[in-house]
Structure formats: C-alpha cells, structure tokens
C-alpha cells in the first residue's frame, strides 16, 4: 500500500507570492491533516479534513487555507506569503480521525525569500 | 488543551537500552499518549501509543504512570539507527467529537557508537 505522498517536495517562494501543496492519503483514508513545522515553534496544528469538511483548525491566520476533494486528496494554500512561513509542511492521514495513529508524508520544505 | 514536556535532548549508548521520559501532567481520562520519531527532514514515524496500561511492540515499550501524568518509551537495544527526535503526543478528544493531536518540543536522541 502506499504512503502519504506530498508534492512538490521542495518549493521555493518570494514574499508576496502564494503557494498551494498537495497531499494524497493513504488509499481508504478519509481524514487528512496539515501541520507547520518550524526549528523555534517545533509542530503546529493547521487544520484537518474529513469527507471534504474542514472538522479542525488550529491558531493560523486566515491566509492559511485547505481543502479536501471527494477522492479524500487534500491541497493547502498560503497567500501573500511571509518570510516566517519557511517550514516543513507536513500532511498525515487517518481512516477517519478518530484517535488513530497518524502517516505522515515526508513533507513539501518551503522557503520563502 | 493537554501539553507535554520533555528533555531536550539525551545521549544514549549503542546496544543500551534508551529511556525517555515525558510529562503530560494535563492528561485527560479519555487522551491517549502516542510517541513518534522523526529522523531529519522526514514526516514523523510511529512508535506506540496507550492509554494507562503500559504496551510493548516490535519497536518499544511504553510505560505510563499509575496516574497518567508521565510516560516513558523504552527503546531496549538502541542502534545508531535510531538516532532521531521523539515526539510525545497527547490525543484530545474534542467537544465538536473529533482528536486534535497536542505535540511537545522533542527530545533529540543521540545515540553513540
């Protein structure tokens, strides 16, 4: 079976610019999660997905945004981009959430100029 | 929300068995404690996961308090292999009936030859 696959695996941005990522789950997995990961803050919650609903949101400005689609594949996006949003952005999936262990994929590295 | 502390970083020699130990003080009756690895620049990896008894698998052990305010992964022969940062989880079971995963600052394993 295959993993959670993330694309594109390194992304390079300015400041200003907006950048959408991609995350597929697990075949059969409905819930899909988005975290920011950063060497000073460590992981942060963004938000989940679940049947194409957003069920969780973590304390991220609005310029955060995601979406799930009805094949359970999952894109986040982050307008006017800001130096601060360099991280690893890490996805993971879940059969429905419901306190199941979490699969990552091995994340987009974003860097913002 | 429940948080989680742990030491910032251990050093453990080849073949010896590592311990690391995490705070969840906050704990809830209902929150389990998922431990995860990340090795650099990759998504975290699962180790093991409980809820008050303590549990072994291929990978680890897990020993939780009687009173669930701290936990302790034993990695009982560690390798060079499992030089990493690990990540002590508490799963929150929320009002709105879905988990938000509360995610700790790491300790970074290192283990020597």
């Known amino acids: 079976k295959a993993g959670v696959t993330q694309t594109p695996r390194y992304l390079i941005k300015t400041r200003g610019q907006q950048v959408t990522l991609s995350c597929s789950p697990i075949?059969?997995?409905?819930?899909v999660s988005w975290y920011q990961q950063t060497p000073g803050q460590g992981l942060q919650f963004l938000f989940e997905?679940?049947?194409?609903?957003?069920?969780n949101k973590g304390n991220f400005p609005g310029r955060f945004s995601g979406r799930q689609f009805s094949n359970s594949r999952s894109e986040m996006n982050v307008s006017t981009l800001e130096l601060g949003d360099s991280a690893l952005y890490l996805c993971a999936s879940t059969l429905t959430g419901g306190g199941q262990k979490l699969f990552f994929g091995s994340g987009t590295q974003l860097s913002v100029l | 929300d429940a948080k989680t502390t742990q030491p910032p970083s251990m050093d453990c020699a080849e073949g010896r068995a590592a311990n690391l130990p995490c705070n969840h003080s906050t704990i809830s009756g209902n929150e389990y404690v998922y431990w995860y690895r990340q090795i650099h620049s990759q998504g975290p990896q699962y180790i093991i996961h409980g809820l008050k008894n303590n549990e072994t698998n291929e990978m680890a052990s897990l020993i939780i308090t009687e009173d669930r305010k701290s936990s302790t992964l034993i990695l009982p022969h560690a390798t060079l292999r499992d030089t990493a940062v690990y990540y002590c989880i508490v799963s929150r079971y929320t009002t709105s009936g879905t988990y938000k995963y509360i995610f700790g600052t790491g300790t970074r394993l290192k283990v020597l030859a």
């Open positions: 997905y679940f049947s194409e609903t957003q069920r």
């Open positions: 075949s059969g997995h409905r819930s």
